[in-house]
T-cell receptor, first 114, second 113 residues
């Protein structure tokens, strides 16, 4: 079974703190994604990566950065957390382009910024 | 521009009755369409996908969806709801030339005993 693991399920941080969200997949997938999920808004793409050290902005990249130093690991970074970044963050991976295949999701990281 | 609209934010059915979750899409290209399900405190799981083969697509757990190009719809159905179907469902369209996905706003399905 494909497994996408998000190391932190629940986090509480203070405004201005730096936050790291880690995601690891075990199926040698090229493409990895970070989404943000908010009620009534569905999932919105923050960043994606199609190869090691490669990254592309999604629809809402402001306030976020990413790192992909190894193929299996894709990190989302909030340089200075703000209260409007309180949300559920979902990581996903896929073997090729996401146009026709199946995305595999982690269980999510719920971040609260006070 | 590509977009997807789920017509109901919340659907409530009784156990054993049919389920209909509605989705309309807009796409300049021949789209790929997906339905994903998210159970409470879980990640999303693929239910089914349409990628220009048969217009009636069968998925897991008895769900199916029909691609209707003339109506730009991809509604999700199930003949008989089960309590375990209670979850949030997302309709998703693929932007063919980029491989990016656009998610609908989600429909919460409640199943009453």
């Amino acid at each position: 079974d494909v497994k996408v693991t998000q190391s932190s399920r629940y986090l509480v941080k203070r405004t201005g703190e730096k936050v790291f969200l880690e995601c690891v997949q075990d199926m040698d997938h090229e493409n990895m994604f970070w989404y943000r999920q908010d009620p009534g808004l569905g999932l919105r793409l923050i960043y994606f990566s199609y190869d090691v050290k490669m990254k592309e902005k999604g629809d809402i990249p402001e306030g976020y950065s990413v790192s992909r130093e190894k193929k299996e690991r894709f990190s989302l970074i909030l340089e200075s957390a703000s209260t409007n970044q309180t949300s559920m963050y979902l990581c996903a991976s896929i073997v090729g382009a996401s146009g026709t295949g199946e995305l595999f999701f982690g269980e999510g990281s719920r971040l609260t910024v006070l | 521009a590509q977009s997807v609209t789920q017509l109901d934010s919340h659907v409530s059915v009784s156990e054993g009755t049919p389920v209909l979750l509605r989705c309309n899409y807009s796409s300049s290209y021949s789209p790929s369409l997906f339905w994903y399900v998210q159970h409470p405190n879980k990640g999303l799981q693929l239910l089914l996908k349409y990628t220009s083969a048969a217009t009636l697509v069968k998925g897991i757990n008895g769900f199916e969806a029909e691609f209707k190009k003339s109506e730009t719809s991809f509604h999700l159905t199930k003949p008989s709801a089960h309590m375990s179907d209670a979850a949030e469902y997302f309709c998703v369209v693929s932007i063919s030339n980029t491989g990016k996905l656009i998610f609908g706003q989600g429909t919460t399905l409640q199943v009453k005993p």
